[in-house]
């Protein structure tokens, strides 16, 4: 795997080893600082209620939160799953998925390896772009029983990116965080169980669940969120 070059920290590996990962925050661009203040400050229960079993039980799993520079300023990349998948069919999310052995250590390089894969893997991105800078608190989604690390990078040299495998992903997008800011794109899903939770209809998309809670947080804590109508509400069915 490729990744970028970095002047701190760097992991050398062995002939078996994986290729060496490593964060920095070299050269960002300054909007992003609220983003790493928020990232090296907030707690776990300021992202959600829902953290890894004390047992360890949880199959890990890492995402990758890229945020890039388009036309319209700061955008983060999605991707919507395809609706034949047995877990969260059709629900845009982050690029991401579970840890293989190869990835490496689970409590260390392993989570950000496999971020960077994953996203290659599914949107054919090219690692070697991305400065990964930042990891949020491992988090627990109940109805998959995946423990997730979020692994945030930065656009750094952008490639184009696109549907690898359709019986995987529907579509691969970018959303500016202007209209992830806008109060008109924002609004509170209600499942059938009870379970409410922030959403944004962006991009002809419904983004919500354990990816709207994660921006959500981000906005919140980096500051950029604006005032928003939280009785806006939208339904969900059981198949969610």
């Given at each position: 795997?490729?990744?970028?070059?970095?002047?701190?920290?760097?992991?050398t590996?062995?002939?078996?080893?994986?290729?060496?990962?490593?964060?920095?925050?070299?050269?960002?661009?300054?909007?992003?600082?609220p983003?790493?203040?928020?990232?090296?400050?907030?707690?776990?229960?300021?992202?959600?209620?829902f953290?890894?079993?004390?047992?360890?039980?949880?199959?890990?799993?890492?995402?990758?939160?890229?945020?890039?520079?388009?036309?319209?300023?700061?955008?983060?990349?999605?991707?919507?799953?395809?609706?034949?998948?047995?877990?969260?069919?059709?629900?845009?999310?982050?690029?991401?998925?579970?840890?293989?052995?190869?990835?490496?250590?689970?409590?260390?390089?392993?989570?950000?390896?496999?971020?960077?894969?994953?996203?290659?893997?599914?949107?054919?991105?090219?690692?070697?772009?991305?400065?990964?800078?930042?990891?949020?608190?491992?988090?627990?989604?109940?109805?998959?029983?995946?423990?997730?690390?979020?692994?945030?990078?930065?656009?750094?040299?952008?490639?184009?990116?696109?549907?690898?495998?359709?019986?995987?992903?529907?579509?691969?997008?970018?959303?500016?965080?202007?209209?992830?800011?806008?109060?008109?794109?924002?609004?509170?899903?209600?499942?059938?169980?009870?379970?409410?939770?922030?959403?944004?209809?962006?991009?002809?998309?419904?983004?919500?669940?354990?990816?709207?809670?994660?921006?959500?947080?981000?906005?919140?804590?980096?500051?950029?969120?604006?005032?928003?109508?939280?009785?806006?509400?939208?339904?969900?069915?059981?198949?969610?």
């Amino acid at each position: 795997m490729r990744h970028t070059s970095n002047t701190q920290g760097r992991h050398t590996s062995g002939p078996d080893e994986a290729p060496g990962v490593t964060l920095s925050k070299d050269g960002l661009p300054g909007w992003l600082d609220p983003v790493v203040h928020a990232v090296e400050t907030v707690e776990p229960l300021q992202l959600s209620r829902f953290l890894p079993p004390a047992n360890g039980a949880g199959r890990q799993s890492a995402v990758l939160i890229l945020f890039g520079e388009g036309e319209r300023g700061p955008e983060l990349l999605l991707m919507e799953r395809a609706s034949s998948l047995r877990s969260h069919a059709g629900q845009p999310s982050f690029p991401g998925g579970a840890l293989d052995p190869e990835d490496g250590d689970p409590l260390a390089e392993g989570p950000l390896r496999a971020a960077l894969r994953e996203a290659e893997e599914e949107t054919g991105l090219d690692p070697s772009g991305v400065q990964l800078f930042g990891v949020l608190p491992k988090l627990y989604i109940p109805v998959s029983g995946f423990v997730v690390t979020s692994v945030l990078g930065w656009w750094r040299e952008p490639t184009p990116v696109g549907v690898v495998d359709p019986n995987e992903t529907a579509r691969v997008f970018t959303v500016p965080v202007a209209d992830l800011t806008d109060p008109d794109n924002r609004a509170t899903t209600v499942h059938p169980s009870g379970h409410r939770g922030p959403a944004f209809l962006v991009e002809s998309a419904l983004v919500w669940g354990f990816t709207a809670g994660i921006i959500d947080r981000l906005l919140h804590y980096s500051g950029w969120e604006r005032p928003w109508d939280r009785d806006k509400q939208v339904p969900l069915d059981w198949r969610s």
